[in-house]
């Protein structure tokens, strides 16, 4: 169990890292936040050994709060419905929460724990996905983590305009009736 000065540390480092990356995005200055928090930047590395790391426990509860979603929308009826529900308010959040895109974003030079919010959203959208082919409304050679890329390239592609989360939805519409014509 960590000692009581660590678990401070951990939750002020976490509570300061969640404003600059809200004001900053994903490149959110380590040194800044270890400043803010009043601790070494040693210390930051310590509980976040990389920025994956902190950007995981940053969007921890909003990744919780859509796999719960997406657990709630796999036994609804409309399969594409369901689907394409969960990929709305995934694309919705991540253009609201900036540097949510970067930690959607699977980086294959890592070793898996350095992409858990990829990994969890991509284990949650699964059974959705799933469902949506064998209804037949999406092509079989979609992949969980092809639907992630599409959300965090919208998302990017989106995160200066005057409406993020506007624009962002109007785009995922477009993708989607490319991948699953109604």
Do not use: K
Not at 27 to 41: F, H, N, P
Not at 45 to 62: K, N, Q
Not at 133 to 151: K, N, Q, S, Y
């Amino acid at each position: 169990m960590p000692r009581s000065d660590a678990q401070r540390n951990y939750a002020r480092i976490l509570a300061v890292a969640e404003q600059e990356v809200a004001e900053h995005g994903a490149d959110a200055s380590l040194e800044q936040i270890a400043r803010t928090a009043g601790v070494g930047s040693a210390t930051v590395r310590r509980h976040f050994p990389s920025r994956r790391a902190l950007l995981d426990a940053v969007f921890r509860e909003r990744v919780e709060v859509l796999n719960a979603r997406a657990r709630e929308l796999t036994g609804a009826e409309d399969a594409r419905g369901a689907l394409l529900g969960w990929l709305a308010a995934l694309t919705e959040y991540a253009a609201s929460a900036r540097g949510m895109a970067t930690a959607l974003q699977r980086d294959e030079s890592t070793d898996g724990n350095e992409a858990r919010v990829c990994v969890r959203l991509t284990d949650a959208g699964e059974p959705l996905l799933r469902r949506a082919i064998e209804a037949g409304a999406v092509p079989g050679e979609v992949t969980p983590a092809d639907l992630l890329a599409v959300v965090a390239g919208v998302v990017l592609a989106t995160e200066h305009h005057r409406d993020p989360a506007g624009e962002a939805l109007r785009l995922l519409g477009l993708a989607v009736r490319g991948i699953s014509p109604s």
